[in-house]
């Protein structure tokens, strides 16, 4: 299937390549058993190499992105049957919100310092990028959507895909969370915040200082959510 153009060529093209595909898995763009052009077909789409285009191909299949299937090509992989089986095994009392907010507690400090010790430059990349493109003024579906596509591309850049699926079932169980925190441009002006000092700690490969950043932005969001709630914010 056709590929959307790079928006923008930056140093390291590669790694671009592959940050700029991610992102169109992460949002469905390509979804689930897609085929990708071949790599002469890539390469002219982006104007570059073909050897850039194997090792953006290289670094999605290492993460099991994509695989290369005989007679078909790149193909998009299926997303982990792990969710479906962790639902399968949770009663109903599991999946109220302040079980899965605790659950948030537990592991998304983890992943935050899990990326800052394994994040893989396409994987700065996406973070970057999804952070230019958050901010106060956007409205709430929009900014409830990229902080989900943040968190989701934090637990890919862990390099664990246990993980990365935990915090998928915690993302599908918190969209009214989310929502009420995402309700005003001060709550997502502090969202912002709290990603920013996420991503600052990242980049400098800082594990602990991740782990504190996150732990903070959940207390932010957890008394956002209280604060919308006791005041009747709309959902909207």
Known sequence: MPVPPLPHRR?????????HLERLIATGELAPGARLPAERE??????????????ALGHLESKSL?????GRGTVVCL???????????????EKELSDVAELRAVVEPRIAEFAALRATASDLLQLEDLLERSHEGLVTAESVRLDVEFHAALARASQNPL??????L??????????RSHTTR?????????HRAILA???ARDGEAARRAMADHLDAVAALTRLATDEGAPLA
């Open 42 to 55: 890539l390469a002219e789409s982006f104007a570059v190499s073909r050897g850039s285009v194997r090792e």
């Open 170 to 179: 915690a993302c599908s169980w918190t969209p009214d969370v989310r929502r």
């Open 79 to 93: 997303p982990p049957a792990r969710v479906g089986e962790l639902y399968a095994g949770l009663d109903e009392t």
């Open 163 to 168: 993980l990365a699926t935990v915090n998928t």
């Open 186 to 194: 001060r709550a997502r002006r502090i969202s912002v915040a709290g």
């Open 66 to 70: 994509v695989e290369r299937v005989q």
């Open 201 to 203: 700690a990242v980049r």
């Open 11 to 19: 140093p390291g093209v590669g790694v671009e390549i592959a940050a």
